[in-house]
Every structure is written in structure tokens, then in C-alpha cells.
């Protein structure tokens, strides 16, 4: 990535952004309680069927948030490659998830949260919005997904 390369067109950034979503294993969850307090931690994730599944403990601050709220901010990690995802969050129990979703996390994680502790929930957090942008240069372009649509 050049700073003086030309801006990406919009269905290449949509690219670039389910790229990341199929390759990345950590996203950042950005979440926040019923007073505002925020809370931001990185947790594994799976992209299945349209929407990210992550799994954390309902006894901890980001599950708590994220089952009581019923939104998230996810981001991908680098300040010159930016990825925002803002969605809406629908909880399940530790047994009550769809398979297929619990078996994407773990062919991606190698990690069943239906084997672990019942403290555990999943999330699946389904996107209202994207943003995508590289640098300066390409924020004038960078809302990708608007109510819950891509536009590019």
C-alpha cells in the first residue's frame, strides 16, 4: 500500500473487505453498557452466511454488552487499512446456536465453544454498515454497506 496510490473503486474495497472477513482470525468488538461505559477487546470470529459469529462469556463485560444492547462496532486491526462494521446483535445459548455456524468457527479456530465452559454464548452480529478506506485518499468513498446493503 502506497500513499499516492490511486483511491480503490468501491467493488474492489467490498472485496478487499470479505477477503479480510474470510482470512482474518481476530476482529476488535467495540461494544458499550446501558451507561455508556465502553468496552473494546479482539475475540476469534467466523464469517458464515452473511454475518460475523463470535463467542465470549455472558459473565464478562463484551458478552453482557453485546446480549443487552443488541449492537457492535467491529473493526480489523491496522490505522492505514480500515475496516468499521456496525451491526446488530442476536444472542444464542451455548447449545442453541445453528451448527453449521458453531462448525465454521471451529474448521477456522480449531477451537468448540459447545465443548467448553456453559458460561459461553454466541453472537452473531449481522451488518447495517461498512466503511473501507486506505489513507486520506479514500474517504470520500468509504461507506461500502448502507442499511444493511452494499452499494458497491
Not at 500500500?1 to 473503486?9: D, F, L, S, V, W
Request: glycine residues 8%; contains cysteine; aromatic residues 10%.
Amino acid at each position: 500500500m502506497k500513499i499516492t496510490a490511486p483511491p480503490r473503486e468501491p467493488r474492489q474495497r467490498k472485496q478487499d473487505v470479505l477477503d479480510r472477513l474470510e482470512g482474518e482470525m481476530d476482529i476488535w468488538v467495540a461494544t458499550a453498557d446501558a451507561e455508556g461505559l465502553p468496552c473494546m477487546v479482539p475475540l476469534w470470529f467466523v464469517w458464515h452466511e452473511e454475518s460475523v459469529w463470535l463467542c465470549t462469556r455472558l459473565t464478562n463485560p463484551t458478552g453482557r454488552n453485546l446480549r443487552d444492547g443488541g449492537r457492535a462496532r467491529l473493526a480489523f486491526g491496522h490505522t492505514r487499512d480500515v475496516v468499521l462494521i456496525d451491526g446488530e446483535v442476536e444472542t444464542f445459548g451455548l447449545r442453541e446456536v445453528p451448527s453449521a455456524a458453531a462448525g465454521a468457527f471451529l474448521a477456522k479456530t480449531g477451537w468448540d465453544p459447545r465443548e467448553d465452559s456453559a458460561s459461553y454464548a454466541w453472537f452473531r452480529v449481522r451488518p447495517l454498515a461498512v466503511q473501507a478506506w486506505h489513507e486520506q485518499r479514500e474517504l470520500k468513498q468509504r461507506h461500502i454497506m448502507r442499511d444493511g446493503a452494499w452499494t458497491a
